[in-house]
């Protein structure tokens, strides 16, 4: 069925950090000032009920051209009306932020972030980073120009569980990775009752992208990414379909995504099918296998064991632990991203998974891919 095509691609990764800040004390370090960009993404509930409890970053303003969306949130989670803009050039004029924090629909992060960088203001957008690798390469662009940082935001990064099964892979303790499967997704946003201002671009394909392929299928594509060492796969074949027409009829709400990589493969499998909303992996090597289990859980067997060990990973770091401390320790210079789930390089090849799966699915065919070129 899959005859193999090739795409060649003409930019590269490059490490995110260009002109880090010097460190700065824990003890002496200032509230990072952030302003956030966009309430149609429903993720933002979470981002407004873990504000008030972080002492490392100060909102400072609100952009939404949306009145009727700013009234339900300013009422739902009591702000003052005086953080609410409904235009960006007056909100960087009057609050000076540090970083915008982007709940837009994916399409439109790319000219969020080209604006906030010409502004010398770093980004931190919720996954994926963009709808195409085209929008990919300029949101790269203005990061190197104006020397800010541009973080993407997965859920799972702040997963223990992850992290442990991260480094068990890194650290040879499974030996060579052969195979690694990731389980993403939920029973739809329909379903699931995500709001009136979420579901239509969520299951659009030009405001998303896709349907579960990228609303779910970067998460795996994420943590494969970091997995091997932020090299892209050397072909990605996936298969998606619509099982609830009804529901779904402009997008796909299931999908399986093969990568190949020397001597490995990764089995990615993002849906809006599932019984129950699951976020798991599975990592095979020739010495053992890790399996996460929800937000910290662990099954692991190494050679020469009869049965498999449950652990729980050691808990993060707390500017590991979350969103808003890893911003402000990035915007601070006390974490470097590099190369980790939320850095640019790293995302700029999940875009490049994500838009060649999204090809094959199309097309039918396997598609080739090669690393992106400085």
């Not at 010398?120 to 709808?131: C, D, F, W």
């Amino acid at each position: 069925m899959f005859k193999r095509i090739s795409i060649p691609l003409t930019l590269a990764a490059a490490t995110l950090l260009s002109n880090p800040a010097p460190a700065t004390a824990q003890s002496d370090a200032k509230p990072v000032r952030v302003a956030i960009i966009g309430l149609v993404h429903g993720h933002v509930m979470g981002l407004f009920s873990a504000l008030p409890k972080n002492t490392n970053v100060q909102l400072v303003g609100i952009v939404e051209s949306d009145k009727a969306l700013s009234q339900k949130y300013a009422a739902r989670y009591h702000l003052a009306q005086n953080l609410f803009y409904t235009s960006s050039e007056p909100m960087f004029a009057a609050t000076h932020p540090d970083a915008v924090l982007v709940y837009s629909t994916i399409k439109d992060h790319r000219k969020i972030i080209e604006d906030a960088a010409s502004h010398n203001v770093s980004s931190m957008v919720e996954k994926p980073l963009a709808t195409t690798l085209e929008d990919a390469l300029a949101i790269r662009a203005a990061a190197r120009a104006h020397h800010v940082q541009v973080l993407t935001n997965y859920e799972t990064t702040w997963y223990a569980s992850n992290t442990e099964a991260l480094n068990e892979a890194a650290s040879g303790k499974l030996g060579t990775i052969r195979k690694v499967v990731v389980h993403d997704g939920h029973e739809g946003p329909k379903e699931i009752g995500v709001g009136p201002e979420w579901l239509p671009w969520l299951t659009d394909p030009i405001q998303n992208g896709a349907g579960a392929l990228f609303d779910f299928g970067c998460y795996g594509a994420d943590m494969v990414t970091v997995m091997m060492h932020g090299q892209a796969p050397l072909s990605v074949t996936a298969v998606t379909q619509t099982d609830k027409p009804g529901i779904y009829p402009h997008v796909d709400d299931d999908a399986t995504v093969i990568l190949r990589y020397p001597g490995a493969q990764a089995v990615l499998m993002p849906s809006w099918d599932w019984s129950f909303a699951r976020k798991d992996m599975e990592v095979y090597g020739m010495d053992g296998y890790a399996i996460t289990v929800a937000s910290d859980g662990m099954r692991v067997r190494y050679k020469g064991e009869k049965e498999e060990a449950r652990t729980t990973a050691p808990a993060l770091p707390q500017e590991r632990s979350n969103s808003l401390d890893y911003l402000a320790a990035a915007i601070r210079g006390q974490i470097k991203p590099g190369d980790d789930m939320t850095s640019l390089p790293t995302n700029m090849v999940v875009v490049q998974i994500l838009a060649a799966a999204r090809e094959s699915a199309r097309t039918g065919k396997t598609i080739d891919l090669k690393p992106l070129a400085p």
